[in-house]
């Protein structure tokens, strides 16, 4: 739990967390409650843990009751860790996809970049030889004349 406890601080950088619940132990609030009932005393926060039957088990019982209710809850939290680490997997996946298609993104940019400027350069020497292929045209117009 507390391997879980330092993954939810770690990434807890994006994600409200109640201060309350930075410092919680699972086995410190047992023991508490524990010790609650062996005095004789059920706690006032189990009211609603303990159906109202409660009060009229032994403290064993109780005991009983509780530890299993804790085994579902940790098989609870320990599904749903997994879940936030399928989720992680899956969003660094994303994250990684998201860094090669900016990537390529850019590399692509740069070749438009590059053709862009080439089509213009090409333009450029298209136009320059067709003023120069006119001006030819015209001088073998005007020796023709001049041959004639």
Same mark, same amino acid.
């Given at each position: =739990?507390?391997?879980?406890?330092n993954? &939810? ?8 967390? !109640?201060e %309350? *619940?930075? @410092?919680f =132990?699972?086995a410190?609030?047992?023991? &508490?409650?524990e ?6 005393? !059920?706690? %006032? *926060?189990? @009211?609603?843990i ?5 009060n &009229?088990i ?6 009983r009751? !509780?530890?299993?209710k ?7 939290l320990a ?8 989720k992680?997997?899956e969003?660094?996946?994303l ?7 900016k ?15 080439r ?13 120069k ?15 004639q």
């Amino acid at each position: =739990s507390s391997k879980i406890r330092n993954l &939810e601080v770690q990434s807890a950088d994006d994600v409200a967390i !109640l201060e %309350d *619940c930075i @410092d919680f =132990s699972l086995a410190k609030t047992i023991s &508490e409650i524990e010790e609650k009932l062996e005095e004789g005393g !059920l706690p %006032d *926060c189990l @009211d609603d843990i303990i159906p109202s039957v409660g009060n &009229e088990i032994g403290a064993e019982a109780q005991i009983r009751f !509780l530890k299993a209710k804790l085994r579902v809850m940790q098989e609870e939290l320990a599904s749903v860790a997994c879940e936030c680490r399928k989720k992680d997997d899956e969003n660094q996946n994303l994250k990684s996809w998201l860094k090669d298609t900016k990537e390529e993104n850019s590399r692509l940019q740069r070749t438009i970049s590059m053709q862009h400027s080439r089509t213009e350069k090409y333009k450029m020497l298209s136009q320059e030889a067709n003023k120069k292929s006119e001006g030819l045209q015209q001088e073998v117009i005007a020796l023709e004349k001049v041959l004639q």
